[in-house]
């Protein structure tokens, strides 16, 4: 039974340093999809950006050709001044004239507003784009720092594995599918040390003719509260 619970408890070790570089492997590739989330995330701003930019830029282009004709219709009608020869077509067409230069000039509002917002939507681009530049950066010099990391704990995961394995074939299958199944329930705690009376796994008090059975380890035991393997360790 001794030699059993020793296996045992070499096969929790193991088992434990497994489920942390398996843990650690996960967080390096949580870290990395991350920095690809952030990277999607800034990258649709950009493009909603980039979007909305491009209709504000066919708006403007437009305003610039309106603003084009209603120049040449300013220009055209005050071509018309030295042929007039009544008092009151010349009011008429200084009427036009004025009517024509307001909207000339409430084109020129337009297209210089257009240009601002225009101006704004490019500083907003740029900046998201710096953003989107140090992501990937960082995402870049991170990716290569784990890449060695990654295949640094790959190398040590196949080694215990390995161990594990030798040290797991040494078990019955009866005890060694107890302890698996107590591994998975019991969050990688499926022995507990007895002592003074109690389970250190679930800091319950046992029955004291149990706890004075494990310290003569006639047989294998498991707590009455959480159904862990016991053992004690025995002071010399």
Do not use: W
């Not at 219709?73 to 004239?97: C, D, H, M, S, W």
């Not at 009455?224 to 025995?234: F, G, K, S």
Request: aromatic letters at 2%; charged letters at 30%; a negative charge.
């Amino acid at each position: 039974m001794h030699e059993k619970m020793n296996l045992l408890k070499e096969l929790q070790e193991i088992d434990q340093e497994v489920s942390s570089i398996e843990a650690t492997q996960q967080g390096y590739h949580d870290e990395l999809e991350a920095f690809e989330s952030d990277a999607d995330r800034v990258q649709g701003m950009l493009d909603e950006l980039t979007a909305e930019l491009t209709l504000l830029q066919k708006d403007e282009a437009q305003l610039q050709q309106d603003l084009l004709r209603e120049r040449d219709n300013v220009t055209r009608v005050e071509g018309r001044l030295p042929g007039i020869q009544t008092q009151k077509e010349y009011v008429a067409v200084l009427k036009e004239i004025d009517v024509a230069k307001k909207a000339n000039k409430d084109l020129e509002d337009q297209v210089l507003a257009k240009q601002q917002e225009i101006g704004a939507l490019e500083q907003d681009q740029q900046e998201k784009q710096d953003q989107l530049n140090v992501i990937k950066g960082n995402a870049e010099a991170r990716a290569a720092e784990l890449s060695g990391l990654m295949a640094e704990s790959a190398a040590t995961l196949q080694k215990r594995k390995e161990t594990r394995e030798s040290v797991a074939s040494d078990l019955p299958a009866p005890l060694l599918r107890q302890y698996q199944t107590l591994f998975k329930r019991r969050g990688g705690l499926a022995l507990a040390l007895a002592r003074d009376g109690a389970c250190c796994g679930c800091h319950m008090q046992l029955p004291p003719q149990q706890y004075n059975s494990l310290l003569r380890e006639t047989e294998m035991q498991t707590c009455p509260h959480c159904n862990r393997l016991l053992y004690v360790e025995l002071r010399g």
